[in-house]
């Protein structure tokens, strides 16, 4: 996959020097962008340390990224792990510098790295700097903010337009994960299929405090990479710039060759996208549970699932037409887009249908252990996804018991106007809410397994939608203690390097070997203080 990639850093408006760095190692295909605290030029050696440290430790392990084969989930799984660790180790390090020089105590850092294996992309994170992704025309976050702001959020505790008239405005930069102040800390880690035509923004806080989506949008747009993050910076300083700004652009070239994979992963994202299980869920989420998924091809006349087996996955028809059939009788006729089996992620109940191929295509599998894992990692998404539940489950059961109350109608509607002779009133039909209250055990009047067209799926309407969408923001509560404060106050002066950016015409950094040779890396600290920024770029 072609690359086409170049950054820029700058000190802003209001700082004295600049605190952070970014990394392009074009032979790993690694960019990281990290943002240093600490003042008194800590947070400018925290920031370096990170980025040459997770650039050694993969330098080392490159021998993994040619090891494994794309549609191996273990190998995705020992790459994001490797990242992880690399900023595991980048943190202890910091830490325990720290330790050694008492006048650095407490100095960290952010990290958001992005490696690139083939046509996959790992991103490891840490703190409150961000990576976004233009596709389609559509601005994503793929980070979240370790903020404390962020947090207030998600717990419901504030919304984002209350926060700056909150008494906790004064701690807007104080985040609850940093790489550094601690010997240890938590990173989050997401990897996902790239396209072409995908553009990527890496960037501080200093530079997407002053943007918006349709910024962004029009920026990475533009064709000409070297451009792009000066006139993002110079935007951000036209409009405050109280902070270092950095951004650092990579864009994937419109390719032929990839037309038909790009139009195969936006269709299952769309697809899983029209599932009402998941259809309140963000782009980083949808991609989380596209993770977990395997793609299936089948030919006419296989049978996908037997009735009465065990169930134990979702089944969501990419291509093909699939009958579902219960004790040889049709059920249902089922083509692109449709799904059925959701009930198997909760419930172990067998299969209640056949399902048989009537045309060859594609299945999208999801299965329970792997379901329940997410589960288990992912409060916010499991909160989601179980809501879903609850709301498929009640339309359900308010369905069955209109379909039951129709029955009632129609038997007394029969017997009144002279039906089967000598008939007497059922006691047989009754309402399933009360069966459940009477015996949970009860297991003759049973809620079918979720075996219906695409054009019958349950739509949540937008209030609906919106109460998923206020459930991401529950979250675990921050202690006090966790609490890493972020940058100086805007009219705090900072001693230290100075400011100003320039432009180096390529990626070689004459600062490197000070922390081991590299291709493509922002300085490390200048020992002599001299004012300087970072500018570099490269292109395959």
């Not at 102040?181 to 035509?197: A, K, R, Y």
């Not at 109280?242 to 864009?251: E, P, W, Y």
């Not at 299945?363 to 916010?380: C, G, M, S, W, Y």
């Amino acid at each position: 996959m072609d690359l086409k990639y170049w950054a820029a850093t700058d000190v802003g408006r209001k700082r004295t020097h600049n605190e952070d760095n970014f990394l392009i190692d074009q032979d790993l295909r690694l960019f990281v962008v990290a943002d240093g605290m600490g003042g008194h030029a800590s947070g400018e050696v925290a920031s370096a340390m990170a980025v040459h440290t997770i650039r050694g430790i993969l330098a080392r392990e490159q021998d993994l990224f040619e090891a494994g084969r794309d549609d191996d989930p273990t190998w995705h799984m020992e790459i994001c792990m490797l990242l992880e660790y690399a900023v595991h180790i980048a943190c202890e390090q910091i830490y325990r510098k720290g330790v050694q020089e008492p006048e650095k105590k407490g100095m960290g850092t952010t990290v958001v790295s992005l490696l690139i294996v083939g046509d996959r992309g790992y991103i490891a994170y840490v703190g409150d700097s961000r990576i976004y992704l233009l596709r389609g025309g559509i601005v994503y976050q793929l980070t979240e903010d370790h903020s404390l702001m962020n947090e207030l959020i998600r717990q419901g505790k504030i919304t984002a337009e209350a926060f700056d008239e909150s008494p906790y405005a004064q701690f807007k930069h104080a985040m609850t994960r940093a790489v550094g102040p601690n010997e240890s800390v938590e990173v989050d880690t997401l990897d996902f299929d790239m396209i072409p035509g995908d553009s990527f923004l890496l960037c501080s806080d200093g530079l997407y405090e002053y943007l918006d989506d349709t910024d962004i949008s029009r920026m990475l747009s533009l064709t000409e990479v070297k451009d792009i993050p000066g006139r993002l910076i110079d935007m951000a300083n036209t409009r405050g710039g109280k902070d270092n700004i950095t951004a650092l652009i990579i864009q994937v070239p419109e390719n032929a060759d990839g037309s038909d994979r790009a139009a195969e992963i936006n269709f299952t994202l769309d697809t899983l996208k029209s599932i009402p299980l998941f259809a309140a869920l963000t782009y980083q989420q949808l991609v989380r549970i596209m993770n977990l998924t395997r793609i299936i091809p089948f030919d006419a006349g296989d049978q996908l699932c037997h009735q009465g087996q065990p169930a134990e996955e979702l089944f969501v028809i990419l291509r093909g037409v699939v009958e579902l059939e219960s004790n040889g009788s049709h059920v249902a006729t089922l083509s692109q887009g449709s799904h059925f089996g959701e009930m198997a992620l909760v419930d172990t109940a067998p299969r209640s249908a056949t399902a048989t191929a009537l045309r060859p295509g594609k299945v999208l599998l999801i299965n329970r252990e792997d379901f329940f894992e997410i589960l288990r990692k992912e409060a916010p998404l499991a909160v989601k996804l179980l809501w879903a539940f609850v709301q498929e489950l009640s339309s359900r059961l308010r369905q069955t018991n209109l379909d039951l109350t129709h029955a009632r109608t129609d038997s007394a509607g029969a017997r009144a106007g002279g039906g089967v002779a000598g008939a007497e009133p059922s006691d047989e039909i009754v309402d399933l809410s009360e069966e459940i209250v009477v015996s949970e055990s009860h297991t003759e009047l049973t809620l079918d397994e979720s075996l219906r067209e695409g054009s019958d799926t349950l739509e949540l309407d937008p209030e609906e939608v919106e109460e998923l969408d206020e459930l991401d923001e529950l979250g675990p509560g921050v202690a006090a203690g966790e609490l890493v404060e972020g940058r100086a106050e805007p009219d705090r002066v900072l001693p230290g390097r100075g400011a100003g950016r320039s432009t180096l015409p390529n990626v070689a950094n004459p600062n490197a070997g000070r922390f081991g040779a590299g291709v493509g890396t922002s300085p490390a600290p200048d020992a002599s203080g001299a004012p300087h920024s970072r500018d570099a770029s490269s292109k395959d």
